[in-house]
């Protein structure tokens, strides 16, 4: 999770879950759907509503899986006019305690250097101050579901384009060319 400002947000107090999973419904009202939608630069964002499994994991963690469904308008990349989205998502996140000062820094490798794998699970995100925030976990995985190059039906870019190489080298004088008129013109 990031430190982002976000537009909407819906804490969960990991205290009350105790040992039994919990569903918890996120659906933000119109006034949060204003903002989510002028935030992440849609034309409207009509619904936006989440069904969260929250579960306990390991000692102190907690695992979320979840589904997300949406709906609204963003711009077209072309023409710049409405078209109409729908979003639908299911993701899963797992979250632990922040990491206190005796865990190693991960995926540091003995010379200082930072070693990613790509088949590796994502790392858990930290609970702060005890709770989870659930709304921007919905809006993270939202903005990641997002077309990010809607086109509206038909809409295509038109640009000239630069003419191929065999006509400009056709434009360009041949510089033997102008040599070789230079010696049809010498006197015999």
């Known amino acids: ?53 929250v579960r306990p994991w390991r000692k102190a963690g907690v695992f979320i899986t979840g589904s997300l469904a949406a709906s609204g308008a963003q711009r077209c990349v072309v023409t710049l006019e409405p078209v109409p989205m729908t979003v639908s998502d299911r993701f899963e996140r797992a979250y632990e305690p922040a990491a206190t000062e005796s865990r190693r820094a991960p995926d540091l490798a003995d010379d200082g250097e930072i070693e990613i794998d790509l088949e590796a699970p994502e790392p858990p995100d930290e609970i702060i101050d005890g709770s989870i925030d659930l709304g921007a976990l919905v809006l993270e995985q939202f903005v990641l579901a997002l077309d990010p190059f809607p086109r509206a039906p038909g809409a295509e870019l038109a640009f000239d384009a630069p003419p191929e190489e065999e006509d400009v080298a056709d434009e360009r004088p041949n510089p033997f060319a102008v040599l070789q008129k230079l010696k049809d013109k010498e006197p015999e």
Do not use: C, H, W
Not at 1 to 6: K, L
Not at 30 to 40: G, P, V
């Open 1 to 53: 999770m990031s430190d982002v400002a976000f537009p909407f947000t819906q804490r969960f107090d990991v205290a009350r879950l105790g040992n039994k999973p919990q569903v918890i419904k996120v659906a933000p009202d119109a006034a949060a759907l204003a903002r989510i939608a002028e935030t992440y630069g849609l034309v409207e964002l009509a619904s936006l509503t989440a069904e969260l499994e």
